[in-house]
């Protein structure tokens, strides 16, 4: 599985901004997630939604603020994140995992697969 991530840049606090990530290659039965690091901290989740179902979990700091949808016959996720603050400011990470989709899966352990990072900055 390849992952492609788009998205990402600069942005006033209170602002908003949208991800993608495109998987290609072996798709079927995909979960696919964003996880991200800020500097000097270690990288956490952020959601992750099951291609086949639309299921979407979110990490404590993203529920009502970020929103995780699917495209399924296109395999893209769109992760668009409104009312951001400067704490979101980290290098964000499209990850994907073959296979079931359990909310407790939030560590990066249970991804196989990478995508580059993409930069989000929020200024305050």
């Known amino acids: 599985v390849q992952l492609q991530a788009s998205g990402g840049g600069l942005v006033q606090a209170r602002g908003s901004l949208r991800l993608s990530c495109t998987a290609s290659?072996?798709?079927?039965?995909?979960?696919m997630g964003w996880f991200r690091q800020a500097p000097g901290k270690e990288r956490e989740y952020v959601a992750a939604?099951?291609?086949?179902?639309?299921?979407?979990y979110y990490a404590n700091f993203a529920l009502g603020r970020f929103t995780l949808s699917r495209d399924d016959a296109r395999y893209t996720v769109t992760l668009q994140m409104d009312n951001l603050n400067p704490e979101d400011t980290a290098v964000y990470y499209c990850?994907?995992?073959?296979?079931?989709?359990?909310?407790?899966?939030?560590?990066?352990?249970?991804?196989?697969?990478w995508g580059q990072g993409t930069l989000v900055t929020v200024s305050s």
């Open positions: 939604i099951a291609l086949s179902n639309g299921a979407a």
């Open positions: 290659g072996r798709t079927f039965n995909l979960a």
């Open positions: 990850a994907a995992r073959v296979g079931r989709l359990m909310e407790t899966q939030r560590a990066s352990k249970y991804y196989n697969y």
